[in-house]
């Protein structure tokens, strides 16, 4: 049996694809700083980038409010937009090759579920007198607790049937089961429903440094994890018995990859709540557009999630200023038409 | 909380209806302290309509009033009455009440009608005499409702089917939805005093309260601020639109939430950093009991703590429950406002 490792082997992304993502990536960065409802002027807005940079020292006239919109509530919005959206699409490209199933996504197996329970715990608790309680980690440890049982059920018939198709549906199963504690519980509380909500609605719009600093580290691992795990993926899709004769533990594989991405989401998820779509379309369009490696798609997947999500965000917040758009809202509105005519063109997923 | 906080698994919309407070907020014309509906049909059995040269001293709308119910002797049922969608007419005085609305319970007690409710639903814990059950006004189940055998149901949403299941039961029913001026809110009161037998009252509340509204209009000190008005930590708001947008927009205040809400919904989804950048001089915070908001929590957020509102000690802590009814306490929610308004006007 070849050891893991041995897969771990670093392989050729397409340089010229790569630097275009990256460049595509920066382009929708700058623009979603230059960009928003207090209509800071752009050029001094641009001059106070440029200074910050090593070495340059750049005169800008913006007033200390004006600073501060932009560091402390534009940077770090938009920082952390790229981040989730990099993260969701990871992950939901690493799901899909792991389950070899298209339709897998990010919040596949209780990971919304788990930290939807896990935040209203935590807002439940707040109201009980345990009010510096931070709500992020309680649902961190939701979605892991989620994705725990979803995967510690899936073998109870057996080490040998365990295949994926009985942890999509374990998976299904606690969803549905920790979504009907969490209902309870909400229900049965009824003063801090619209708490619960207003976690669930997304967070993207009072998002600080702070925020971004304590779910960092998660995301970073497990993109690690899934970048080094690129190879493999592509190796998982030919079929767990293929995978066995290939000198590979599908099983192993498997914990590892959903350890990881799930690690990544329940990061996500606790600082943003929940977006939807971008797990699903961003690696499906970087499929239709760069093909089916899996050492392609993962680092393209990172890459353009964190691009499409933060443009996503400049149009939540630029279109109806200075009201808000629900991000999840224009993700669905952007990604769905372009999904389809990237698929149209590109011929089709089989 | 809400009146009737809404909830249905997990759908999104709804739960942004639910910020909008609402349950069908009519749009409602221009608010005015002593409203036109002062004079409403308070005649029994012949609904005499309000005369459209309506009285705007509460001196007139008492004398009217008492008018009418002097006239009217005290058992002078069957009455007509005017809920939300038209005349109704109740045949005799009711004595097992069920109310279905935080506001409509809070109305019924302030006009002496207490003793002839049997039954509030689970958000009617104002006032504390209030019979407090577990009946839903969110999503009401006629077989709940009919086991307290009432002989009156009173409430402000009806998700479908509700008033249907009271008619085909005999059960004698109103429905008044979510004020949308404080001509509404005198108007529920009037009609609830006819309804109850209880008219004279209800004319002395309406009375009282815009005596009140009067006396804090007439101490507010002249000044004109802009706030931004907080239903949840994610910044969601009101316009001017809306109930309470209204009833701040007497008191001269300008809201910062207007230009987000071109649309008219009332109920925007504000950005942080617009909020920074008009620097709003007051900031009302209508969540510290659904999500703990407070001064605190807010010069902690992030680009906050440079707020002139959160350096002016001007950021405002409000009861949720008071701020999103339009029953009798709407005047705490005036005062508490104007006090803010004169404390801040008294710094500069």
């Keep these: ?350 | 909380m809400y009146t009737h906080p809404r909830y249905a698994g997990g759908k999104w919309l709804l739960a942004l209806a639910l910020w909008a407070w609402v349950l069908g907020a009519c749009g409602g014309g221009e608010s005015s302290v002593a409203g036109s509906s002062a004079a409403t049909q308070a005649s029994p059995t012949t609904a005499a309509p309000a005369t459209s040269a309506a009285p705007t001293t509460t001196e007139a709308a008492v004398a009217a009033t008492q008018a009418t119910t002097t006239t009217g002797a005290p058992s002078a049922f069957p009455v007509e009455v005017q809920d939300s969608l038209g005349t109704v007419t109740i045949a005799a005085r009711p004595e097992r009440i069920v109310s279905l609305s935080g506001s409509l319970t809070e109305m019924l007690f302030a006009i002496d009608a207490g003793p002839q409710v049997v039954a509030v639903d689970s958000y009617s814990y104002y006032p504390p005499e209030a019979p407090l059950t577990d009946l839903s006004g969110f999503s009401p189940n006629i077989e709940a409702i009919t086991a307290f055998d009432p002989d009156l149901v009173v409430f402000s949403y009806d998700p479908g089917d509700l008033m249907s299941s009271l008619r085909a039961l005999g059960i004698p029913a109103l429905i008044m939805l979510a004020a949308g001026s404080l001509d509404d809110v005198w108007d529920q009161i009037e009609q609830l005093g006819i309804v109850t037998g209880q008219v004279e009252e209800a004319a002395r509340l309406v009375v009282s309260m815009q005596g009140d509204l009067q006396e804090i209009l007439a101490d507010l000190p002249d000044a004109s601020y802009t706030y931004y008005y907080e239903l949840d930590q994610n910044l969601y708001s009101v316009t001017s639109a809306t109930f309470v947008g209204r009833v701040l927009g007497l008191l001269g205040l300008e809201n910062i939430a207007d230009p987000a809400d071109e649309q008219g919904y009332g109920y925007p989804q504000l950005s942080s950093e617009y909020i920074i950048d008009v620097d709003p001089d007051l900031i009302f915070l209508a969540d510290t009991l659904c999500c703990g908001q407070n001064q605190d929590t807010v010069a902690e957020r992030p680009g906050w703590s440079g707020l002139t509102a959160v350096a002016n000690g001007a950021v405002v802590e409000l009861d949720d429950d008071i701020a999103s009814r339009w029953g009798p306490r709407i005047v705490d929610l005036l005062e508490v406002v104007a006090d803010a308004v004169a404390e801040l006007s008294a710094q500069s």
């Design chain 1, 1 to 350: 049996m070849t050891p893991l490792s041995a897969l771990a082997q670093p392989s050729r992304v397409g340089l010229g694809r790569m630097m275009l993502a990256l460049a595509l990536g920066v382009a929708v960065l700058g623009v979603a700083l230059l960009v928003g409802p207090a209509g800071l002027e752009m050029g001094e807005v641009l001059a106070a980038l440029v200074d910050r940079l090593p070495l340059v020292e750049v005169e800008n006239s913006l007033t200390e409010r004006e600073l501060t919109i932009l560091w402390e509530i534009r940077m770090p919005r938009t920082v952390m937009g790229a981040l989730v959206g990099a993260t969701l699409a990871s992950a939901g490209a690493a799901y899909q090759g792991v389950f070899r199933n298209p339709l897998a996504d990010p919040y596949l197996l209780g990971v919304a579920a788990g930290a939807g329970l896990g935040a209203t715990v935590a807002i439940l608790l707040r109201a009980r007198g345990f009010s510096s309680l931070p709500l992020a980690p309680l649902a961190f440890a939701g979605a892991v607790v989620g994705v725990a049982l979803s995967y510690g059920l899936s073998r109870t018939r057996g080490r040998d049937r365990r295949s994926s198709t009985t942890l999509v549906l374990a998976g299904v199963a606690v969803a549905s089961f920790l979504t009907a504690v969490q209902t309870f519980l909400q229900l049965t509380n009824v003063t801090t429903l619209r708490e619960v909500y207003s976690w669930i609605l997304g967070r993207l719009v009072t998002v600080g440094w702070n925020d971004l600093y304590a779910v960092l580290p998660y995301m970073v691992v497990s993109w690690l994890v899934l970048l080094i795990f690129r190879r493999a993926l592509d190796v998982m899709t030919v079929g767990d018995d293929e995978a066995s004769t290939l000198g590979l533990s599908p099983r192993m594989v498997r914990l590892i990859v959903v350890s990881a991405a799930t690690l990544g989401a329940a990061a996500a998820v606790s600082a943003s709540g929940l977006i939807a779509f971008v797990g699903i379309i961003v690696p499906h369009t970087v499929r239709l557009l760069a093909g089916w490696s899996y050492r392609v798609i993962i680092p393209l997947s990172l890459v353009m999630g964190g691009a499409f999500l933060a443009a996503a965000d400049v149009v939540a917040r630029t279109v109806v200023s200075p009201a808000e758009l629900p991000i999840g809202v224009v993700t669905a509105f952007l990604g769905g038409p372009f999904f389809l005519m990237v698929l149209r063109t590109s011929g089709d997923l089989e």
